[in-house]
């Protein structure tokens, strides 16, 4: 490979970062990897479960994003992971293999996990604050959701969504490979919390 591959490193919060990659690594797909066992069919994902502190992977066409604890300072992680996703697509292995999409769950059975989950346990908890989640699709494993009633437009709802709604989809549904909010909180009225300016 000739060209240098260029990679952009966008911290969402303390403990996830996105690394925006110049080209795919699982075309037109997404994987989660909650765990290093999960992740040894990956050598992309397996290598970056060797980093210390790494606790989820997601991989998501040209998008990978790690959890990790860095106590907030991103800068020698995102070198190290920067560095791995470089020697992966250096060699001659696909940094995702298509047959992990194989073994997965059909769409079907994905759509019936996760209405169940949103019936009995995320919505009834987030309905105090005047919100509700719905689902929208799942297309192959990856999952669209919509945020209505207190949470669209709430300044707090991307918290509610990585910290409450995400992390019980993939306890529950692990599976699951990216989940996109398709909400327009620009036109929600009445937010619980304002957002910040």
């Given at each position: 490979m000739t060209q240098e591959t260029k990679i952009t490193a966008e911290p969402r919060d303390p403990e996830s970062c996105r690394f925006i990659v110049d080209r795919p690594l699982f075309q037109n797909a997404s994987v989660y990897f909650g765990d290093k066992e999960r992740a040894a069919n990956s050598p992309l994902?397996?290598?970056?479960?060797?980093?210390?502190?790494?606790?989820?992977?997601?991989?998501?066409?040209?998008?990978?994003?790690?959890?990790?604890?860095?106590?907030?300072?991103?800068?020698?992680?995102?070198?190290?992971?920067?560095?791995?996703?470089r020697s992966v697509l250096q060699s001659d292995e696909a940094p995702v293999p298509e047959s992990i999409l194989s073994s997965l769950p059909p769409a079907e059975e994905l759509t019936q996990r996760i209405r169940e989950l949103l019936e009995k346990q995320i919505n009834p908890a987030i309905a105090a604050h005047g919100g509700f989640v719905e689902l929208i699709d799942v297309k192959g494993n990856?999952?669209?959701?919509?945020?209505?009633?207190?949470?669209?437009?709430?300044?707090?709802?991307?918290?509610?969504?990585?910290?409450?709604?995400?992390?019980?989809?993939?306890?529950?549904?692990?599976?699951?490979?990216?989940?996109?909010?398709?909400?327009?909180h620009a036109s929600g009225r009445n937010p619980y919390y304002q957002p910040q300016g």
């Open positions: 994902a397996a290598k970056l479960f060797e980093l210390e502190g790494v606790e989820a992977v997601l991989i998501q066409d040209n998008v990978v994003t790690v959890n990790a604890q860095t106590g907030g300072d991103w800068m020698p992680m995102a070198k190290k992971v920067g560095a791995i996703i990856e999952v669209f959701i919509r945020m209505g009633g207190g949470c669209q437009g709430c300044g707090m709802a991307s918290v509610t969504l990585r910290n409450g709604i995400e992390k019980a989809i993939r306890t529950s549904v692990p599976d699951v490979g990216a989940i996109m909010d398709t909400t327009d």
